[in-house]
Structure formats: structure tokens, C-alpha cells
């Protein structure tokens, strides 16, 4: 496989360099010298810019007065400016002449000046839509494995939640103004899970309606529309990029040792009024470690926890073209290991290759194809790779068992499970994961028929695949006797061969057509976009296979005047496998409005002024991806949401007639599955954006600011509130469409940058308000009023209400309030009586005020100074609460380990309940377990020294930056003195931590 492998990198190597060097081909031997002068939009000379010649190869950095002295080819030449800060600019030699020398570059500014929305790019003057551009290169200094890691802290609205942290198993999702994020990659809907920030040019999130119309049914959920790099134009690079270094946990969970887990497991059975288990002889030798066979005093951290795991990253790639052709060639290796201190790790080693060539075969006709691929090899230890190291500690007390004696292992009765017998002898899991991206696409200009006509057709096949075998296996195992006595549990396991665990695949095949016209008149301007969009997703996993198929029509017409005002119509025709035959497409609008206020005469010559945008837009959309689990007092109903139509019967057994000894012929008995759903329609979105935007200060600050409002109405539902049982309950409820939920908020961010001699700098924020409520719910009439959905906030607590610990029995007495987990003692938590009946119960569970977070932020700092350089990003949670009801923190399970938190319980002080082994009292929802969930992390940091242009002209490695990165650096939160992590409480606890890692690396750009 390896060899495969090798032989696939090389074939892309080989790309890159082929195209590299036939780019050169042409070159001619006679140059001539010319002498230029580099300015910014203000006149200014500006110094240290880095002008190349692209036939003639020849290098100059500018001077004090921004001049510049270079060797050009003498038929025909370019001269490339690539000056971070500005705008890429190519300047045409003709008969090695420089027309101008007085050559201006644009300042970047900090707005895009490009809008890249789905089949159709935009300038920002003629963009209605809500959105956010970032670079792959910005994202870079990132020490990630998957791609989502990098954005956080970066994006307006965006919250990035890292829910599996295994190296095997690295999942992350990204939600934007409190709804999950889609993805598409190269104008397809795709999986980013192995993307590099390497291969990608720009990442355009798309957060209204009015960007995403164009997509449809998929246009319910903000996007994230990724462009792969393609390479430009007289721009050649060759670029490496290498780093190495460690990852340790960002959250070690502390729990107690023997002496102090046996002490409060005993008083925890006094308190349930039960005898001790561990006796003075026993407490005394955990205490003085005495006897470590029979009273043993096992620290698992330290003896099967590495204390940091290594990470490596290394890419290469290619890039460049001239006027027919412009490539990319990617090659990247991405290696995670985890944190078992013996026996195999569980470790990641992923290679990327990717491919792009853009060929312009005629004037009129361009022809560009992109192919990437992901090997990604994967081991985990355990019988059939199931074991999970942190949830055996968390499980497992100190004084469970001595790990060996006399070379042997040791269970008990009550932990029948050995440590290192899992991490040695019980087995192991290999994977692959295959995952193959191709597209292709036709461009055609069609100004023969119509001027300003385009067609665009593409082609994309995609495929992923997981393939996992593993196999178990055990050592002898013992249970300790008296006097040094053994007692095998468990003969030894020897599984010579790897057995299938998972073979699934995930196969997707789209085609794309679009049609465009773009035409200016003087003054009017008018851009339409018709495009087909047709999808298919096929799945199986083992025996399951289901089809996906989605097809959109879409228009859109943008009309703009004197680049003013802007008007923008979108109309979407879609159709779902989720509706019955004949019903399945409907008509779906959006319309919005820009007006750039900054082109008026009243601010078109303002100094402060530099840009100025208002827009707004307002649509609707289907939606398909509605719930179709339902949960009642009479059970849990799920329908397949893509036969709600049909009526579904399942075997549920068999039946004979007769009696024993005497039976007929058996038949099949069948029960309703679901009850077929005739009176209902897909719900719908609306969705409601206003912004402004702007640049002041000559470009130096930029702002935006949002207000959105979504509306989710026409729900499914099963209407089971209005349905009396006798008519039936569960899935034998046809559905309909009821339910209606609406959320707001605001959303923007400030970034200011500007220079002050050689030094450079940056910063800014971003932040983000988000509120939504439920209208309707579906819920019976004659429910409290106080215990009603509808009308309350949808992250509000729905809790008991605690009043603090009781402190006595004449407390508990004097109350005469009985609470519905048994008899309550001093310690328990004391539980407010809402409805004042004298019963605590769920009639008591109620809005206490307290709410789930709303204000999300980020933070960014980037300080140049001459070859030096610093970057900072940071993001947090201002507001909200969270639920410490865990284990961990109430010791719910008190065979499992017990964590420092338990020794600050009922009676030392009031902090933590008392301790129990039977009562359920404190292990309630309620207020008690609420905590701040706000939150600062400093997310990244780059810290880096890039040799000087000057050396870099004739060096063999110019561009040369080495730095130091760092990633999740460090957390403030109220969480910090319990050294668990803000982001994620189990992290560390009942599932691997979240990494804290430092890289030292090399790049270089030739």
C-alpha cells in the first residue's frame, strides 16, 4: 500500500513540475533592463516590494524611492507584484519596454473585491448577501489535523464544537448564527473532513438567503463555499511547508487516590445507612501504602497516560500557468498519535493529493479538471479497537485491583477488567479511509450568440470510503486470593486473524449547468445566472443502501445602477424524495437591495468615507431536513421520512392455529409500522437580513453589522396533543404540518490595521447575539401555563429550582414538603415547591431564567515588524450558563472514580450534595449544577522570522520563514480551578481530551 502511495505522490510531483518547467519552455535568450517605480493609491513610494519577471526570471526589490531595476525578456515579458497588502498585480513588456514606469498598487483593504457566491461571482458593490470571505493562508499558522479546527475565532456568527477528539476519530462541526453549517467544495456539496488549508484559495461563508437561493433545498443552512487553488497567471510558486512537535491534553481530570476514595465511598454508605466496606485496617494501609498487592493505590495518569503525544505536518505544492495554462499540485501528510503510555497508540497518518490544470484550448472555450485523494491510515487499540483509555479511568477507582502478580493479571469480582491486559493482549482495529474528489468542467464563451453570454457545465464524482477490521484477544486472568493465592478468571485469547468490523461507502455523482449573462450599459448593469443542479447520494453501510437524489432549478437576476443601487431577484425550483409523486417541486423566492452609499456625490471625495454599504434581502425556502422522532408519554415513533406516504408494515412474528400437539400451518404476523402521511408539504424558512458595511480611515478599519431574523413554520408534526388516544398514539398518527419557532440576532465585526514605520499591525474583533423562541408547539391545552413552550425562549432552563442544601432534620420536618426521590436527609438538595401542592415532581420543573449562552465573540492581534512576526486569535462565550450535572461533579456512580471535586462535599462544605449510593434526590436536573459557561481561549499563536527579501533574491531558499505555533494555548473560565476544559467537560473525563499543541516549523515560498 505504501508503495501505492508513493507511487500516486509521485505522479502528482510530477504534474507540478512538468507544468513548472513547460511554462519556461518559451523563454527567449535576449533580455533587456528596465527601471520602474512602485506606489500606493496615494503617490507614496513604496519600498522593499519584491518584482519578478516572469520569461526572463529575473528578481529586484525596490528601494527607499520604490524604484526597481530588472533584467526582462526582449519580445515579451511580465512583471508580477505580489506585496502582501495589496493586490496581486501583473504589468504587461512589450518588445522589452516598460510603457509606465510609475506603477500603482492597490491596498487590499479588508474587504474582499470579490463576492464568490454559488455558480456566480460577484464585485462586493454588487453583492446583496450576508458574507465573510477568509484565505487557506490565513488559516495556515493553525497546528490542525482537520481544517474546521482553524476557523475558530475567526468568523462573525461561527462556533466551531470539537465532539470527538480521538486521533482516529476526529469530529468537528461548525454552526453559524446557531444553525449547522454546509459545505461545498469547488461548487459541490462535499465532506471537509480531510481538507488542508493548503489546497484551498478562499473559504466564502454565505449566511442569507439571498447568497444561497441559487442552492435550493440546501439553501436552509448557512454555507461554507470553498475554492481549491488553481494557480494564476505569471504567478510560478514552488511551496514547502514542514513542522513537527507535541500535543499534550489540555484537561487532566483529577481524581482521588485509594485512601480518599475508600474514605468517602464508606461515608456514602453511612449516609444510606449501610456498614462500611473498608475497614481502619484497610484505610490505614492505602494511607501508608503498606500492602500495594491487597490495598493497592494505583495512579492511572501517571502510569498509562504519556503526558504528550507527537504531531507532524509537511506539505509541498505547486503552482503557476501563463495565458493558456494555469496548474496546482498538492502533496500533504498529516500525522496524530494518541496518548497510551503502553502497548500500540492509537495514531492517525493521512496523505492528500491533489491536482488542478486549467486549460484555455481556444478563445472561446476552457477546460479545467480537478482530482484529489485521501489515504488516511487508522489504528486503535483494544479488543476490536473499542478500548477507551479515559473512560476506564474515569470507571475505574485506584483501589480497584493491583495491575500483576507474579507476572500475572488481576481482576476482582467488582472490576473485572485489567488495564494493561486491554492496552497488550485484548486486541486491536486497523482502518482506511479513501476519499476521492473529481470534477471536471466546460467553459464556454458564447459572445457570438449574445455578448456577454456564458455557459458553464460541470461534471463531479465523488466517493468515500471506510474500511475497518480488528480482533480481540486476552490475557490469563486472575482474581487474588488470601495469602498470596491466585484463582484464574480467565483463560488466555489468542485471535490469529483480523475479522470485518465496518465497510461502508458513500458514492456521489452531481452535474451542474449554468447559464450566465453579464452586461453593462453605461450606467445600468445586469447579471442572470439560470443553472441546473442535479445530485445523487448513494450510501451503504453493510446491508443498508439508500439513494439521495436532489435536483434545483434556480435563477437569478442582478441589476445594478451606476454602481448605486442594487436590486436582486432569486427564484428557486426544487424538488424532494421527500414529498409523494407529484408533488414534489415547488417555487421558492428572494429578493434584496444594496445601496452603496459611498458613490453618492456627498461622500464619493470623503477622507473618512473610504466605502459604505447598506443591503438587505428577505426569502423563503423549503425545508427537508425535519425530525421524524417523536417522543410522548405513550413511547418514541420514527417515521422514514422518505416514504411518510406510504403506509409501512413490519413482521412482528409468526402464528398457528390449533393447540399443542395439534397446529396448523404457520402464518406471518404484521403490525403498522408507520401510518402512511397524505395531508402535509415540506416546511418552510424565512429568512430576513439587513446589514451594513464599510471601510474607513483610508482602508486602515473595516466593519460590518447584521441583524437577522429566521422564521421555521409549517412544521411536521404528529398533532398528538389533538388527538385523543382512542383514535391511537405513536406512529400510527398520520403527520401534518404545524409548529413554528423564530430566531433573531445580531452579528459584525471591527478590524483595524496600519503601519508605523517597519511596524505592521492589526486587530479587531467579532461578535455575535443570538436569541429564538418557540411560537407554536404542539402540546396539550390543558397543561400549566408555566410548564408551556410556547411563547418562552428555546434555551431558557426548564429545571427544579434549588434553595441551597438542607442543613437539619427540623428543617427538613418544619418544611412538610415531601420530595418524590425517598426520604431526604441533611446534604440533600432542597428543591422549591413552585406549585405549592406539597410534592416536589415534574409539576415543579419550570423557566428559572437562567438560559443556555447567546453572546459568542472572537479576537485577533497580528504585530509585523521587519522580518518578525506575531499572530493571536482568541474566542469566548460572554453570557449563559451550563450544567455541571455529571458524575464527575455529583458522584452519581460511586463504583467509578471519585474526582477531587467529591471532597469538598455535605458536611465539610455546601458546595457538593452529601454522598450516597441509593438516593436519586440530588442527581436531578435543577439549578444547583448551573454554572457560568463563559469563557476566554487563546485558540492560536504564531510566532515567526522571515529571512529578508534582500537575502531572499539570490539565497536558494528565498521566502524562508521558521516559526513557532500553538494551538488551544490556554482557557480562563470558573471551570479552570476544577482543570477541565471550557469547551468540552467530558473532554478528558469520559472521552479523549482536547489537545494543546506546539510545532516548530520551516516554510519556504520559490
Known amino acids: 500500500m505504501y508503495r501505492k502511495i508513493l507511487n500516486m505522490l509521485m505522479f502528482f510531483a510530477t504534474i507540478g513540475i512538468f507544468c513548472s518547467t513547460s511554462l519556461q519552455a518559451q523563454e527567449s535568450d535576449a533580455v533587456s533592463q528596465v527601471t520602474g517605480k512602485i506606489m500606493d493609491s496615494d503617490g507614496h513610494p513604496i519600498s522593499n516590494v519584491l518584482v519578478k519577471s516572469f520569461e526572463a526570471k529575473d528578481k529586484s526589490i525596490t528601494n527607499k524611492a520604490g524604484v526597481f531595476s530588472i533584467e526582462v525578456a526582449s519580445e515579451k515579458d511580465q512583471l508580477t507584484i505580489d506585496e502582501d497588502g495589496y493586490i496581486f498585480k501583473v504589468i504587461e513588456i512589450i518588445e522589452g519596454e516598460l510603457t509606465e514606469p510609475n506603477i500603482t498598487i492597490l491596498n487590499m483593504g479588508n474587504l474582499e473585491n470579490n463576492v464568490r457566491l454559488p455558480f456566480q461571482t460577484f464585485s462586493n458593490n454588487r453583492s446583496v448577501s450576508s458574507t465573510y470571505t477568509i484565505t487557506g493562508d490565513e488559516l495556515a499558522s493553525y497546528p490542525a489535523g482537520t481544517f474546521l479546527e482553524t476557523l475558530a475565532g475567526r468568523i462573525p456568527g461561527l462556533q466551531i464544537n470539537l465532539f470527538r477528539n480521538n486521533p482516529t476519530e476526529q469530529g468537528a462541526s461548525a454552526s453559524l448564527r446557531g444553525q449547522g453549517v454546509s459545505f461545498y467544495i469547488d461548487g459541490i456539496i462535499r465532506d471537509p473532513s480531510d481538507l488542508t488549508v493548503y489546497e484551498i484559495e478562499t473559504i466564502q461563508v454565505i449566511k442569507d438567503l439571498s447568497g444561497l437561493a441559487a442552492l435550493g433545498l440546501s439553501s436552509t443552512n448557512p454555507v461554507m463555499w470553498i475554492t481549491t487553488k488553481t494557480g494564476e497567471k505569471f504567478k510560478k510558486n514552488v511551496s514547502i511547508s514542514t513542522e513537527s512537535g507535541f500535543s499534550s491534553p489540555t484537561a487532566k481530570p483529577e481524581y482521588l487516590d485509594s485512601y480518599n476514595y475508600a474514605t468517602l465511598y464508606n461515608e456514602a454508605l453511612v449516609n444510606d445507612g449501610l456498614s462500611p466496606l473498608y475497614s481502619s485496617t484497610a484505610l490505614a494501609a492505602y494511607q501508608n501504602g503498606s500492602n500495594p498487592l491487597y490495598y493497592p493505590n494505583i495512579d492511572y495518569y501517571n502510569d498509562y497516560v504519556k503526558k504528550a503525544s507527537t504531531f507532524s505536518r509537511a506539505n509541498l505544492n505547486f503552482s503557476?500557468?501563463?495565458?493558456?495554462?494555469?496548474?496546482?499540485?498538492?502533496?500533504?501528510?498529516?500525522?496524530?498519535?494518541?496518548?497510551?503510555?503502553?502497548?500500540?497508540?492509537?495514531?492517525?497518518?493521512?496523505?492528500?493529493?491533489?491536482?488542478?490544470?486549467?486549460?484555455?484550448?481556444?478563445?472561446?472555450?476552457?477546460?479545467?479538471?480537478?482530482?484529489?485523494?485521501?489515504?488516511?491510515?487508522?489504528?486503535?487499540?483494544?479488543?476490536?479497537?473499542?478500548?477507551?483509555?479515559?473512560?476506564?479511568?474515569?470507571?475505574?477507582?485506584a483501589n480497584a485491583h493491583a495491575i500483576a502478580y507474579d507476572s500475572k493479571y488481576i481482576v476482582s469480582n467488582d472490576f473485572n477488567s485489567n488495564i494493561e491486559n486491554n492496552l497488550l493482549y485484548s486486541g486491536y482495529s486497523e482502518g482506511v479511509n479513501l476519499n476521492s474528489q473529481n470534477s471536471a468542467s466546460l467553459?464556454?464563451?458564447?459572445?457570438?450568440?449574445?455578448?456577454?453570454?456564458?455557459?458553464?457545465?460541470?461534471?463531479?464524482?465523488?466517493?468515500?470510503?471506510?474500511?475497518?477490521?480488528?480482533?480481540?484477544?486476552?490475557?490469563?486472568?486472575?482474581?487474588?486470593?488470601?495469602?498470596?493465592?491466585?484463582?484464574?478468571?480467565?483463560?488466555?485469547?489468542?485471535?490469529?486473524?483480523?475479522?470485518?468490523?465496518?465497510?461502508?461507502?458513500?458514492?456521489?455523482?452531481?452535474?451542474?449547468?449554468?447559464?450566465?449573462?453579464?452586461?453593462?450599459?453605461?450606467?445600468?448593469?445586469?447579471?442572470?445566472?439560470?443553472?441546473?443542479?442535479?445530485?445523487?447520494?448513494?450510501?451503504?453501510?453493510?446491508?443498508?443502501?439508500?439513494?439521495?437524489?436532489?435536483?434545483?432549478?434556480?435563477?437569478?437576476?442582478?441589476?445594478?445602477?451606476?454602481?448605486?443601487?442594487?436590486?436582486?431577484?432569486?427564484l428557486a425550483y426544487s424538488g424532494s424524495m421527500k414529498l409523494p409523486d407529484g408533488n414534489r417541486y415547488k417555487v421558492y423566492p428572494t429578493a434584496g437591495a444594496a445601496w452603496i452609499a459611498s458613490n453618492e456625490s456627498f461622500l464619493k471625495d470623503s477622507k473618512f468615507v473610504n466605502y459604505?454599504?447598506?443591503?438587505?434581502?428577505?426569502?423563503?425556502?423549503?425545508?427537508?431536513?425535519?425530525?421524524?422522532?417523536?417522543?410522548?408519554?405513550?413511547?418514541?415513533?420514527?417515521?422514514?421520512?422518505?416514504?411518510?406516504?406510504?403506509?409501512?408494515?413490519?413482521?412482528?412474528?409468526?402464528?398457528?392455529?390449533?393447540?399443542?400437539?395439534?397446529?396448523?400451518?404457520?402464518?406471518?404476523?404484521?403490525?403498522?409500522?408507520?401510518?402512511?402521511?397524505?395531508?402535509?408539504?415540506?416546511?418552510?424558512?424565512?429568512?430576513?437580513?439587513?446589514?451594513?458595511?464599510?471601510?474607513?480611515?483610508?482602508?486602515?478599519?473595516?466593519?460590518?453589522?447584521?441583524?437577522?431574523?429566521?422564521?421555521?413554520?409549517?412544521?411536521?408534526?404528529?398533532?398528538?396533543?389533538?388527538?385523543?388516544?382512542?383514535?391511537?398514539?405513536?406512529?400510527?398518527?398520520?403527520?401534518?404540518?404545524?409548529?413554528?419557532?423564530?430566531?433573531?440576532?445580531?452579528?459584525?465585526?471591527?478590524?483595524?490595521?496600519?503601519?508605523?514605520?517597519?511596524?505592521?499591525?492589526?486587530?479587531?474583533?467579532?461578535?455575535?447575539?443570538?436569541?429564538?423562541?418557540?411560537?407554536?408547539?404542539?402540546?396539550?391545552?390543558?397543561?400549566?401555563?408555566?410548564?408551556?413552550?410556547?411563547?418562552?425562549?428555546?434555551?431558557?432552563?426548564?429545571?427544579?429550582?434549588?434553595?441551597?442544601?438542607?442543613?437539619?432534620?427540623s428543617e427538613i420536618s418544619s418544611r412538610g414538603v415531601t420530595q418524590s426521590w425517598g426520604d431526604v436527609q441533611p446534604g440533600d438538595i432542597r428543591?422549591?415547591?413552585?406549585?405549592?401542592?406539597?410534592?416536589?415532581?415534574?409539576?415543579?420543573?419550570?423557566?428559572t431564567g437562567d438560559h443556555a449562552p447567546r453572546i459568542y465573540y472572537g479576537a485577533n492581534l497580528n504585530l509585523k515588524y521587519k522580518g518578525f512576526g506575531l499572530y493571536i486569535v482568541g474566542q469566548g462565550i460572554a453570557d449563559g450558563v451550563r450544567s455541571l450535572n455529571t458524575s464527575y461533579f455529583n458522584g452519581s456512580n460511586p463504583r467509578a472514580n471519585y474526582s477531587e471535586v467529591l471532597l469538598n462535599r455535605y458536611p465539610v462544605t455546601n458546595d457538593i450534595p452529601r454522598l450516597t449510593t441509593l438516593s436519586q434526590n440530588n442527581y436531578q436536573s435543577s439549578t444547583f449544577w448551573l454554572e457560568s459557561a463563559a469563557y476566554f481561549s487563546i485558540k492560536n499563536i504564531e510566532l515567526s522570522y522571515t529571512m529578508p527579501k534582500a537575502a531572499g533574491t539570490n539565497f536558494i531558499l528565498p521566502n524562508l520563514k521558521f516559526f513557532v505555533r500553538g494551538k488551544n494555548i490556554a482557557s480562563f473560565s470558573k471551570l479552570s480551578k476544577y482543570n477541565l476544559d471550557p469547551e468540552s467537560i467530558s473532554a478528558g473525563v469520559n472521552s479523549f481530551p482536547i489537545y494543546r499543541t506546539f510545532t516548530l516549523g520551516v516554510s519556504c515560498k520559490f
Open 831 to 847: 428543591y422549591q415547591d413552585y406549585n405549592n401542592d406539597g410534592v416536589v415532581d415534574e409539576k415543579d420543573i419550570h423557566i
Open 320 to 397: 503557476g500557468g501563463d495565458e493558456k495554462v494555469n496548474y496546482f499540485s498538492l502533496l500533504d501528510f498529516v500525522q496524530t498519535k494518541g496518548l497510551e503510555k503502553i502497548g500500540d497508540d492509537t495514531s492517525s497518518n493521512r496523505f492528500k493529493v491533489r491536482g488542478g490544470v486549467n486549460i484555455k484550448l481556444t478563445e472561446k472555450i476552457q477546460f479545467n479538471v480537478n482530482l484529489s485523494g485521501t489515504y488516511q491510515e487508522l489504528d486503535n487499540p483494544g479488543q476490536n479497537g473499542n478500548f477507551d483509555l479515559f473512560s476506564y479511568i474515569a470507571g475505574t477507582p
Open 612 to 809: 459604505l454599504k447598506f443591503f438587505g434581502s428577505y426569502g423563503v425556502v423549503g425545508n427537508e431536513n425535519f425530525n421524524t422522532f417523536f417522543a410522548d408519554s405513550s413511547g418514541n415513533a420514527t417515521y422514514n421520512s422518505y416514504y411518510l406516504g406510504t403506509t409501512l408494515w413490519q413482521n412482528v412474528g409468526g402464528w398457528q392455529s390449533g393447540i399443542e400437539g395439534n397446529r396448523g400451518n404457520g402464518v406471518n404476523v404484521y403490525a403498522i409500522q408507520q401510518e402512511g402521511s397524505t395531508n402535509y408539504e415540506l416546511p418552510k424558512m424565512s429568512y430576513l437580513n439587513i446589514g451594513l458595511q464599510g471601510e474607513l480611515l483610508n482602508k486602515t478599519l473595516a466593519f460590518e453589522a447584521n441583524y437577522y431574523a429566521r422564521r421555521n413554520y409549517n412544521q411536521i408534526s404528529q398533532r398528538s396533543s389533538l388527538t385523543p388516544s382512542l383514535f391511537g398514539t405513536g406512529s400510527f398518527l398520520p403527520l401534518s404540518n404545524y409548529g413554528e419557532t423564530k430566531q433573531w440576532g445580531l452579528e459584525g465585526y471591527l478590524q483595524f490595521k496600519n503601519s508605523i514605520g517597519d511596524l505592521k499591525y492589526s486587530f479587531g474583533g467579532n461578535i455575535m447575539y443570538n436569541r429564538s423562541k418557540y411560537v407554536d408547539v404542539d402540546e396539550p391545552e390543558a397543561l400549566d401555563d408555566y410548564r408551556k413552550l410556547a411563547g418562552t425562549d428555546t434555551d431558557l432552563y426548564r429545571t427544579y429550582a434549588a434553595e441551597g442544601l438542607y442543613q437539619s432534620e
Open 443 to 570: 467553459l464556454l464563451d458564447l459572445d457570438s450568440l449574445l455578448d456577454g453570454l456564458t455557459f458553464t457545465g460541470t461534471a463531479a464524482f465523488d466517493i468515500y470510503s471506510n474500511v475497518r477490521n480488528g480482533k480481540g484477544g486476552s490475557a490469563e486472568l486472575y482474581r487474588l486470593l488470601p495469602n498470596n493465592e491466585l484463582e484464574r478468571t480467565q483463560e488466555e485469547i489468542i485471535e490469529p486473524n483480523l475479522g470485518p468490523l465496518g465497510d461502508n461507502f458513500t458514492r456521489s455523482t452531481t452535474a451542474l449547468l449554468s447559464l450566465n449573462y453579464d452586461k453593462t450599459f453605461g450606467k445600468h448593469a445586469l447579471t442572470m445566472n439560470a443553472s441546473y443542479y442535479s445530485g445523487l447520494v448513494e450510501t451503504r453501510r453493510f446491508a443498508n443502501y439508500q439513494p439521495v437524489k436532489k435536483q434545483d432549478f434556480s435563477y437569478r437576476s442582478n441589476y445594478a445602477y451606476d454602481d448605486k443601487y442594487v436590486l436582486q431577484l432569486d
